[in-house]
């Protein structure tokens, strides 16, 4: 009788399972996490090859392809770590291309001799973070490196010769500068130094002359130079200064004045410059309003993207690379339903080839539309977002997934997102929300957000979720909320000061005390603390606002199911605070499931590791948001 009485249950909570999810295609896990099938193409200088990173054996490695005949060549098999996606191609078709050994926080430089197929190692380095600044067109055996090997808080320049691996330092760092910014020759003539509160653009005519203050700012304005305009020493820059969104400008260099404005938007800040270092010339430049948006400044580039268009109709067209002639491009393509393809496009002759697909396992039609959302908040502000709905016929009273981002200082966007369409195949709704201090909506949305993680953030995700229910959208008893860093922060203050509004919550490498997150910040990261300070708050003077807010210290608050992922080489992670954490949550008798992978960073880069993942959260959430009562 006890068995029957099982088999009956069992059979009524699938049968709701499915209902639930108004008998759409169930899409497997796989197909949304695994490896991309090919990614980051780059082409070769001189347009003979491109490049590209696919699996072998779980890991991202290398491999080029002939545009002469087609021939796929692999030229890497690392087992052991991927090949990161910042690799680049010198101008003499070298491949420069880089490794992060999580075991020991080590990396290694390799290069890549494209005629002979031979890999020799440049830096092997452990404990130090290294970026590229520079290629050279001059000395193409030279690219310049920023790294913090002599002192791990500050970053300084080098020449780095990648046939010998000789390494000359370049310009050592006086200990506040954060940027450089090289010419069209690769020499630096223009650096921005900072002391995390007020901050200027310095500028030098040449190697031999001393840097000199041209622009002085506070933090909470901008100016971010582009390039130099090849007109006496003009350069473009992206500048908010006196002004609510940043705008494309063009500055003198000698002075720092600004010249001319040469587009601004009043409904959000430029994003994005499309410069030719050939022509020495801006094409064309982006924003995003609830859609991505481009403004031509050159009228063949415009014929030129509305021809493309007319070839990928829906999609948005992004130019990822350019052989030295300018007449070969990378493309890629995505829509919110596409995670995207590669193409080759020719000038000359108008040709489009295919290259690849990020991940041809998904089909469009079988996925869901992303939709531009705002609702104001309760103080009146207008808060924009997007909600992504379950395919079916059922749009009112559904389950939902709030999906607030990391940040607190960046955005959603319009686009494909393999964790949002994941969970909309699902049947839940997904509701992400641009709070304020989100990026790309100027500079006062932005410092509406200042000092206010744990208060008016927070309150804009709870006037969102208010909002879902008011519209119907939502089943008020049916809401999760999903984060990682400071979206598993928003996560966790979600279930622990509005209890009442969700099911569970779904935390990936949260940040839960902002104590330690900021004491503990790496060295690297202290020319940034007094701005920290200023937008988020001081340890020492905000101490009881971080104790109020920190999910460390309200163990007692939470109520509803967790679910906790974690690598253990976060660098940005306590562990072992993080662990206490948990303990603290199950003596209170909160259900929660952790995962602490033992190395892996912040992102899970082992397919095996983000699988096994999203099946605990499939389980997890249809289990908390379905079955239980």
Excluded at 255 to 265: A, L, W
Excluded at 444 to 473: C, E, M, P
Excluded at 520 to 527: G, I, L, T, V, Y
Aim: aromatic share 14%; hydrophobic share 35%.
């Amino acid at each position: 009788m006890l068995g029957r009485l099982k088999i009956f249950l069992f059979i009524g909570v699938i049968t709701v399972i499915c209902s639930c999810k108004d008998h759409v295609k169930q899409i497997p896990i796989v197909d949304f996490f695994k490896t991309p099938e090919k990614s980051f193409f780059r082409i070769s200088p001189d347009g003979k090859y491109v490049s590209y990173l696919k699996p072998y054996k779980d890991k991202q490695n290398l491999f080029i392809q002939s545009l002469a005949d087609g021939t796929e060549h692999m030229e890497t098999s690392f087992e052991d770590y991927p090949v990161r996606n910042d690799y680049f191609w010198t101008y003499n078709n070298q491949l420069v291309f880089n490794q992060d050994i999580v075991a020991n926080d080590g990396f290694i430089m390799y290069a890549l001799d494209v005629s002979t197929h031979k890999v020799r190692t440049i830096l092997s380095l452990e404990k130090v973070r290294v970026n590229l600044v520079n290629r050279n067109r001059q000395q193409p055996d030279l690219i310049t490196i920023k790294m913090n090997k002599r002192d791990p808080a500050n970053f300084d320049v080098y020449r780095l010769n990648i046939k010998t691996g000789v390494l000359t330092p370049y310009l050592v760092n006086p200990g506040n500068i954060t940027e450089w910014f090289p010419d069209a020759d690769g020499k630096i003539r223009l650096v921005k130094a900072s002391d995390g509160v007020d901050e200027a653009i310095l500028y030098r005519p040449d190697d031999a002359t001393p840097f000199k203050p041209i622009i002085q700012n506070n933090f909470k304005n901008s100016v971010r130079p582009i390039a130099f305009t090849g007109v006496k020493n003009n350069f473009y820059a992206l500048s908010n200064v006196n002004r609510d969104k940043v705008a494309l400008v063009e500055i003198n260099a000698e002075d720092g004045k600004e010249q001319k404005t040469i587009f601004s938007c009043n409904k959000a800040d430029v994003t994005y410059v499309e410069y030719s270092k050939n022509k020495h010339r801006v094409e064309f430049i982006s924003w995003e309003e609830a859609k991505p948006r481009k403004h031509f400044l050159v009228p063949d580039i415009e014929h030129t993207y509305y021809n493309l268009q007319q070839q990928l109709k829906g999609y948005e067209i992004k130019v990822v690379d350019r052989d030295s002639s300018e007449n070969r491009f990378i493309l890629n393509t995505y829509t919110d339903r596409n995670p995207g393809s590669y193409y080759l496009y020719e000038k000359t002759t108008g040709k489009l080839t295919k290259l690849g697909d990020i991940n041809s396992s998904l089909v469009p039609d079988e996925l869901c539309a992303m939709q531009p959302i705002s609702y104001k908040a309760r103080d009146g502000l207008t808060i924009n977002g997007y909600l992504t709905m379950p395919l079916g016929n059922k749009k009112t009273n559904l389950p939902v997934v709030v999906m607030p981002h990391d940040g607190p200082w960046a955005r959603d966007s319009w686009g494909y997102d393999e964790q949002v369409q994941f969970l909309a195949n699902r049947g839940y709704a997904v509701f992400q929300v641009n709070y304020r201090g989100s990026t790309g909506y100027g500079k006062a949305f932005r410092s509406a957000g200042y000092k206010q993680v744990g208060g008016k953030i927070q309150d804009d995700i709870t006037d969102g979720v208010h909002w879902l229910i008011n519209k119907k959208i939502a089943n008020p008893k049916k809401i999760a909320i999903f984060g990682g860093r400071f979206g598993g922060f928003s996560a966790l203050y979600g279930v622990s000061f509005h209890p009442e509004l969700y099911s569970c919550a779904v935390v990936q490498y949260g940040l839960i005390n902002f104590f330690t997150y900021i004491k503990d910040a790496p060295p690297f990261f202290k020319p940034y603390l007094k701005m920290t300070y200023e937008m988020v708050g001081n340890p020492e003077t905000d101490a009881d606002q971080f104790r109020a807010i920190s999910p460390v210290f309200h163990t007692d608050k939470i109520k509803v199911p967790l679910i906790i992922f974690q690598g253990a080489k976060d660098q940005r992670a306590n562990i072992s605070e993080l662990n206490q954490f948990v303990r603290e949550l199950r003596k209170h008798d909160v259900d929660v499931k952790y995962f602490l992978k033992p190395n892996e960073r912040a992102f899970f880069r082992s397919e095996r590791n983000r699988l096994e993942m999203y099946t605990e959260i499939e389980k997890f959430l249809d289990y908390n948001m379905r079955v239980k009562p």
